[in-house]
């Protein structure tokens, strides 16, 4: 038994998509907050119980009889999210399960001044006291391309804070690389990195972009004070303003510029590059 938790969040609720083309779906059970969320998976025969990071005894509910667990870490910023991270593993232990998976994050060292970062320093730290096999999958940047540059498919430019290489990298690539690992396909210890193959920056992006489209997108370096303030008067709380900005912090310090072939042995072909995604953007 293979238990996801978040299966009805982004990239757990696509690791088990892949997940199902490669173990029989009884085989996959999924922890979900709403069990109304995920009937379409009950549908396909996988086992859906009721589990919450908040609440321990439906943890070890939902993970009985699990061999595998992964561990979606969660993103609630009021939370207090290792004690929930710490839960979940806890849970995982109690139920019996020889390997617990964890999504953790790339250049999640220390020193890095990303604020999530020590979180899942924390987190690593909890697995590893565990007594029980695990993985930490330290994911590179995987979300949406047009959130991270802005709207420069209307005005032409990409305007953010001063930034750095990063291998931004494919939710399913990583959902897919997943499955491979919870199928048994290979067996990892401790941290790993999952990434696509080569860093970019927002000037090698711009450069893409302007290829792609046949008209010049520039690339424009604006003061961080300055991008904060105008998060904040867009309508983003200021918390959240202030943490973003600790990430292009983090990356213009080099804490994302490492790119690991990993990913790419994992899936047995090249993950998709952040110029592949720029193209399928635009192309729909």
Known sequence: MIVVTGATGGLGGATVEHLLKRVPADRIGVSVRDTAKARHLADLGVRVRQGSYEDPASLRGSFAGAEQVL??????????????????????????????????????????????????????????????????????????????????????????????????????????????????????????????????????????????????????????EQWAADQIASGVPEPMARLMLTWYQAARAGHFAEADPLLAELLGREPRSAADRLAAGLAA
Request: cysteine-free.
């Open 71 to 224: 561990v979606v870490s969660g993103n609630d910023p009021a939370a207090d999210i290792v004690a929930l991270h710490r839960n979940a593993v806890e849970a995982a232990v109690a139920a019996g399960a020889r390997r617990i998976l964890y999504t953790s994050q790339h250049g999640a060292v220390p020193g890095n001044p990303y604020r999530p970062s020590e979180i899942h320093i924390a987190t690593e730290a909890v697995l590893a006291a565990s007594g029980t096999a695990w993985t930490a999958l330290r994911n590179g940047a995987y979300g949406p391309l047009d959130q991270l540059l802005g709207p420069w498919q209307r005005t032409g430019v990409i305007a953010q804070p001063q930034d750095g290489p990063v291998p931004y990298t494919d939710r399913d690539d990583i959902a897919e690389a997943t499955a491979a690992l919870l199928a048994g396909e290979r067996s990892l210890d401790g941290p790993v990195t999952l990434t696509a193959r080569a860093a970019a920056t927002f000037a090698d992006l711009a450069e893409t972009a302007s290829a792609l489209t046949g008209r010049t997108v520039q690339r424009v370096v604006v003061d961080d």
